[in-house]
């Protein structure tokens, strides 16, 4: 039998074994990386997907239950009567003023103010804004205030939004000029 | 063919190119270093006459105490000495038997194309080729080493054809027990035997020893345990000889001789006398000549390599040249326990059919100088 | 003692092989084998691993594929639920941030001393709201201002003879819960912003009366909390 030095088979195997791992083996591993990395995100994919569809029924309920709470906030708001925000003020809190003895109280549109959007939360579906309507008129202090404590105390959605309160001038000294910013909700601007 | 013919015959340039370029100068200039000590050895004789197979001795060296593990017979392997460059296509590996599988081997090789020799320095400088003593050379296709003979200018050559050395290196395959440590000639191989005989030692190691092997019969002077003289006996021949005119001249084959020879009933003595005769006539030549010119007187030559017989060659000593002849047992002072244990003290009886292969595990486990 | 063993050993020392079956010239080989070997053994559970996640990957497409639909209708729909809910939050945000000034209007009248004669109550209406982008830069107006706190203050000037009227007043207003409960009635300069309250006049008028005095004026502002429109 020939004796055949086996050092000759070091560099068959060894260049085998590097052809094998550069041919087969990396790019093997490199196909089951990216399967694996598909894998995981298809998994996290089902795994939300399953989460939302059957988060639905409690989200349908959280929306109705929404959708009442709005629904009553929207009776609070400030309807405009024949288009006038003021005159619907009036028809309000007008028999107010006169019963706590405020004499010529004028109504008047003050500039509407929206209410906050933060960034990076959700939009509202629709805007709500704050409707002031300004009230001028004359009294005497205690009228003022008892006029402003009858609003506050029956209409408790609505806030004094601002006030000035001098002196009437006249000749009457007691006799006090008000103006007094009462705030509505209402309904914000249209989304564009 | 004589001595001379054989020596014309190896020192023609053989023609195919060497394995190994022994002779340049680096490595001519810088003896091999020797084998670091080896403790477990075993020896085998290639190429021996005996068909039974290759004698095999397996030597392990305990501290102090020399172990014969194993003695016997072990199968050749599959495929002959190469005789020539072309031959050594055909390189065939061999595997021991369990019991020989030491670590490492030491190979006596029985080889015609051998060269053991006494012979001057200066024919083998001839053109100035460097000669280095105790590592192999190499001359004309002969891989050979050289061993000075006391402090003549003789020295001792033992060479086999670089092919052939070739062959025996790769012929016990690496990764397996045993790998070669050591190829000898048979003739140098033996030289190693008497290195642990008692009266050997005793002697301070001045000796002589005949030595017959299968083709040749050898004499071998020592002074202080080295070899100062080697002689082949001319046209004595050795043991194939002497048994093959035996078996003849007893009228049997030659595997019943040992009985024969060892029945105290039986006198062979006519029959011998005609074989032994010659070798002792070699002998007392040889005797005179280690006196006379190297100053080494003996009271006993050893004899060595016969498996049988012995107190015949002792007898016709004593009466015809008053020369005390001695056969030591090989194994003398040596553990064998391992070798009865396996059934194998026949064979241990006879140890002398084991003299090639245990010198050649004997000098392989020489400690480097 | 043994006598020296003569060894002509015709093998070179790099002739001589190693019986020892671990060697180098083996052990790489056989190493190159293990890992060829192991490369191929990966390479087979990479294919392995490969199909099983190509056939989960399928499935899972086609799971998906399968709820686009209702996925679309229930993002629909939490979105709807998204802006319904920041709707209702603005509403709640109003309802918050709503502010009573009757009761400390009524207490004015009761903690003024008579001798303080009332010039002015003022609570400014807020400055106006802009909520376009600064001029050159191309941005949609803002839905709404990005800020849910609007600054209230309530401001009030009165003329009187003397100076301890004033201060009867200024105390009042420190101890009484209708004043308290609506205004910063004790916070002095660097806590958290300006002091409240503010001296905007405090002196003697310019003009005499008939007996030829001077009255003592005195303007002063009162912080508040503000309004925080938030739910």
């Not at chain 2, 005609?274 to 009271?299: F, T, W």
């Not at chain 2, 498996?307 to 020369?323: F, Q």
């Not at chain 3, 729909?77 to 109003?94: I, S, V």
């Amino acid at each position: 039998m020939k004796q055949r030095n086996p050092m000759i088979l070091l560099p068959l195997f060894g260049a085998a074994a590097l052809g094998v791992y550069f041919a087969l083996v990396q790019p093997c591993s490199d196909q089951l990386g990216k399967d694996r990395k598909a894998l995981d995100s298809l998994r996290s994919e089902t795994a939300k997907r399953k989460i939302a569809i059957q988060s639905r029924s409690s989200i349908e309920d959280r929306m109705k239950q929404i959708e009442a709470e709005l629904r009553q906030f929207s009776e609070l708001q400030l309807e405009p009567l024949l288009e006038s925000y003021a005159m619907r003020a009036k028809s309000i809190v007008g028999a107010f003023a006169t019963e706590a003895g405020l004499v010529d109280a004028e109504f008047s549109d003050r500039p509407v103010r929206a209410l906050p959007v933060l960034p990076g939360r959700p939009v509202p579906a629709a805007l709500h804004a704050r409707r002031p309507i300004m009230v001028s008129c004359y009294g005497d202090y205690a009228a003022i205030v008892s006029f402003i404590l009858r609003v506050e105390r029956d209409l408790p959605h609505v806030t004094l939004g601002g006030l000035r309160i001098q002196p009437g001038g006249g000749q009457n000294p007691m006799l006090q000029r008000a103006e007094i910013i009462l705030e509505w909700p209402a309904k914000g601007a249209e989304k564009k | 063919m004589t001595f001379q013919e054989l020596k014309d015959l190896l020192t023609k340039p053989i023609g195919a190119p060497k394995a190994v370029d022994v002779s340049s100068s680096s490595v001519a200039a810088t003896p091999q270093p020797r084998n670091r000590a080896l403790t477990d050895v075993v020896g085998v004789e290639l190429g021996s006459a005996d068909s039974r197979g290759c004698p095999a001795v397996r030597l392990v060296k305990k501290r102090d105490q020399w172990v014969v593990k194993s003695v016997g017979f072990v199968p050749p392997p599959n495929g002959n000495l190469p005789a020539s460059w072309k031959e050594l296509g055909n390189q065939p590996t061999w595997s021991l038997p369990s019991d020989f599988a030491a670590p490492y081997a030491a190979l006596a090789v029985n080889s015609a194309e051998q060269v053991v020799r006494q012979t001057t320095k200066e024919s083998l400088t001839e053109g100035g080729k460097p000669l280095v003593f105790g590592a192999p050379n190499s001359r004309d296709g002969l891989r050979f080493v050289v061993e000075n003979l006391g402090e003549s200018s003789f020295v001792l050559e033992s060479g086999l054809p670089e092919f052939q050395v070739l062959w025996l290196s790769r012929l016990l395959p690496e990764g397996r027990r045993p790998t070669a440590a050591s190829v000898q000639t048979a003739p140098a191989a033996m030289l190693a035997t008497l290195a642990e005989q008692s009266q050997f030692n005793a002697a301070d190691g001045n000796a002589a020893a005949l030595f017959v092997t299968g083709a040749s019969t050898y004499f071998v002077g020592y002074r202080s345990g080295k070899p100062v003289l080697f002689r082949e006996f001319p046209g004595v021949g050795g043991l194939v000889k002497m048994r093959a005119a035996l078996a003849t001249g007893f009228g049997m084959e030659e595997k019943m001789l040992d009985e024969v020879l060892d029945d105290t009933l039986i006198d062979p003595t006519p029959i011998l006398s005609p074989i032994v005769n010659p070798v002792l006539r070699q002998l007392e030549l040889s005797l005179d000549y280690l006196k006379s010119r190297l100053g080494v007187s003996v009271d006993k030559v050893f004899l060595m390599g016969l498996s049988s017989g012995t107190r015949h060659w002792i007898k016709m000593s004593e009466d015809m040249l008053n020369v005390k002849l001695v056969a030591p047992d090989l194994f003398e002072g040596m553990d064998v326990s391992s070798c009865i244990a396996s059934g194998n003290d026949a064979l241990l009886r006879r140890s002398h059919q084991f003299m090639m292969a245990y010198g050649a595990a004997r000098a392989a486990m020489e400690v480097a100088e | 003692m043994s006598a020296k063993a003569i060894h002509l050993n015709l093998l070179l020392e790099s002739e001589r092989l190693s019986s020892s079956p671990v060697r180098p010239k083996v052990i790489l080989p056989v190493a190159a084998g293990v890992l060829l070997v192991a490369m191929l053994l990966w390479w087979v559970f990479l294919l392995l691993q490969g199909r099983l996640d190509g056939s989960e990957v399928a499935n899972l497409r086609a799971e998906v594929a399968a709820t686009d639909k209702l996925y679309a209708e229930a993002c629909k729909l939490k979105d709807a639920m998204g802006a319904a809910e920041a709707e209702l939050n603005q509403c709640k945000g109003y309802l918050n941030a709503r502010r009573a000034w009757g009761e400390t209007l009524a207490a004015v009248a009761t903690t003024m001393p008579d001798g303080i004669q009332l010039a002015m109550i003022e609570i400014p209406e807020p400055g106006r709201q802009n909520l376009n982008p600064p001029p050159g830069v191309k941005l949609p107006p803002l839905l709404g201002p990005t800020n849910e706190l609007e600054a209230v203050t309530f401001r009030i000037a009165g003329k009187t003879a003397r100076e301890a009227y004033v201060f009867d007043f200024l105390d009042a207003v420190k101890v009484t819960p209708a004043f308290t409960n609506n205004l910063l009635v004790s916070r002095k300069t660097g806590e958290r912003g300006e002091a409240s309250p503010r001296m905007h006049q405090f002196g003697q008028d310019k003009t005499t009366d008939e007996g030829g005095n001077r009255a003592i004026v005195f303007d002063v502002e009162y912080l508040t909390t503000g309004r925080r429109f938030a739910p």
